[in-house]
């Protein structure tokens, strides 16, 4: 694969099939020069995300989740930005295409919601401004018709009186209010892709949950795909029809968010899974954390990024893991389930060491079984 | 709104009270009487009696301690004087009296109404010029960092600044005025009467006050600007599709020119009291040139302590506009 920022002249891009899913992205490498080596923020990753879906991507800080989906609006500064791959919207080709171009689909067809509504929006600008700048841009519209149309949206994600809070300034919105602001930017142009960035991981539990209904509704009115992307497997159970879990700027787990879930084969997964807090289970009972650090990407490790922090490197003969890195393919569980992982039989390890411990009231005590609800989900049919 | 510019207000005429009094006393203090010796031995030789220096140190308010002079002086600036002595002479000086000139022979204040248009019209033009410039360059650098013009602006702020300001002046004047003759003339050309000749007059002050003051904001709107460019609501102004030029000018120099006008009103109001160093090279008749000329011998005490005590009201007042500009540029800040 060529390490240089791929030139397709625009007119070559793909024509828009029916059958396409929204979203395609193909073998996406985005790479950093820095003065101290080349960082390799996202390595071949590849994902698609049809209309009406919403794919949430989990993983830690330094993971490649944002990265990817800076790609995928062209926000990255080509000067200091090496991207191979493809990325297609709606059958445009992202990458290489022209800032004018992509000045057209950015906040039209994709729209970005960000992590944290304070910094993401303009302190100086009130949010009746920012949002009908957005909508002005790509609509020839009065002021004054953008100014209702920012009510309008400020009245569709739940303000209270959108037509006095409108002239207001982001520091004078609750933290909710905002996010929910931010939302009403997005959609002001009713976007066929919806990058969501971290949405709700600023907010506090009881605003989260309205802020994921408010998506869940809104994505159901405009038919939009979403890219949901958080480090929060709550968000993903809520939202995302299909999960992709990245570590290393790689995709290390790919298939439906509930077979992810119940039945995840990757370590770095099950590590996760292990990381989440059980509101029902014993108030004792403790966290279990991933060991060590994320790796660097400057220097990524050897064969599979995770070995250094993977607990069943001995499961695997010789020395595989760290010198070889597994390819993302089906694992035990059908074709819709990829895996980027050696162990031979995942499944078994998750029932019989990793469930027991971190979810011990998901097993049958009398048979030492995974209960049968959740051993029967068939992934295939999700 | 209204009780922080009240208290403001406040505390800038202390301020300005404090100044007056330092200025007042200290001049006072440190000259003694050799003002009235000075005075008393212009009569000739011999004619300095020691009854006449009694007598005219008696006139200056000199057998009189500090406190009592000052407060003369302090009244006479609201309600003016009818007897100032100065060299054998009593002058009227109506209110605002600042004393009386000893170059002159005017008032004080009727000096400054004549020098004062020349210099708001170079501090308006250099000013205007340097921050237009230096905030345009400042922020083309800050969407190019990096690059070679960036480092070239960079590296021309410190020669720039390494260079002594006359100099310039005075090379450009030397070069661009009297060889090349670019600029025939400089000077102040009264503005109501002909204000294309004023224009051709201070070309040259103008663009020397503006090209070297405006790298120095040229580097600070770039600090910022590159501080701002890194914002998060930058990301989402291009995220929404906003022009490249619209990102910088719009969303990015909106934050970023904040800090820059609060330094740029403290530096004209500077400015307004007189740029001694231009005037004299351009031959402006300004404060900044008609402070100097105060300073040769004898000094001309009632113009040193007028020009301070202005520059002091410019420095405050601007200082409260700023603040309250603050509240207008930045919807976060409530002056309540």
Redesign the interface.
Known sequence: MSTDTFERPDDMAAPASPDDPFLVVENLTVKFPTHDGLVQAVTDLSYTVERGKTLGIVGESGSGKSVSSMAVLGLHDPKHTRLSGSIRVGGVEVIGASEDRMRKIRGNDIAMIFQDALTALHPFYTIGDQISEGYRIHHKVSKGEAKKRAIEMLDRVGIPQANRRVDDYPHQFSGGMRQRAMIAMALVNDPQLLLADEPTTALDVTVQAQILDLLQDLQREFNSAVIIITHDLGVVAELADTTMVMYGGRAVEYGATREILTHPEMPYSWGLMGSVPDVTGDADARLIPIPGNPPSLLNPPEGCAFHPRCPHVDKVPGDLCRTTLPDLVPGDRGENHLKRCHLANPGEIYTEEVLPEIAPDLIDPTTGEMIPELAAVDPDEL | MSGFIVRRLLSSVLVVILTSIFVFVLFFKGLGDSPARNYCEKLGPGKCTPAKLASIEKQMGFDKPVSQNYAQWAKGIFVGRDNVYVDGKTYECPAPCFGISIMTGNTVWHDFKQKFPATVVLAVGGATMYLVIGVLLGSLAARWRGSTADRLLVGSTLIVSSIPYYLVALLAWIYLSLQLKIFPNTGYYPITENPAKTISWMALPWLVLGLTNCTSYARFTRGQMVETLS???I??????????NRVLFK?AL??AIVPVITIFGLDFATLLAGTIFTERIFSIDGVGNWGLTALSTPIDLNVIETTTLLLAVMVVTANLLVDILYSF????VSIA
């Open positions: 914002e998060d609501y990301r989402t102004a291009s995220a929404k599709g906003v022009r490249t969303h909106r934050a540029l930045d919807p976060r």
